[in-house]
């Protein structure tokens, strides 16, 4: 897995041919060496921009392993869930997402490409 600052920033872009859908997620990163293979958890903030989101704001949870592939859970504050998976790599595509409504009813599935970027400096 590509090393990840403490804090950081990653867009997932939803299916660039399909609409401009995409999710900001701010978050901490935080190491995990206690299980036999080293872990690192994420934590944080999303938000979901463009037509077609099953929520606007919210909270994520996840973890990602040492070969990249990672799982991210968001819970949205009108009762909408997103399951994200893939690659945490810069560039990495068609990694899949699928959302519910508060109801549990599907709101959503596609793919999506994966940007990080680094959250910019306090006091800068």
Known sequence: M????????????????????????HGRVSQRYATPVPRVGLHGRIRCIGQGCAGRRGRFAGQGGPDAAFVVRAGFS???????????AQ??????????????????????????????????
């Open 2 to 25: 590509q090393r990840l600052p403490g804090r950081v920033v990653l867009l997932f872009i939803a299916d660039p041919d399909r609409d401009a859908m995409h999710w900001v997620l």
């Open 78 to 88: 009108n009762g909408a869930r997103c399951d994200f998976s893939g690659l945490l």
């Open 91 to 124: 560039g990495s595509t068609s990694n899949p997402y699928r959302c519910t409504d508060a109801r549990g009813q599907p709101a959503g599935e596609g793919t999506f490409d994966v940007r990080i970027a680094s959250p910019p400096r306090r006091g800068g």
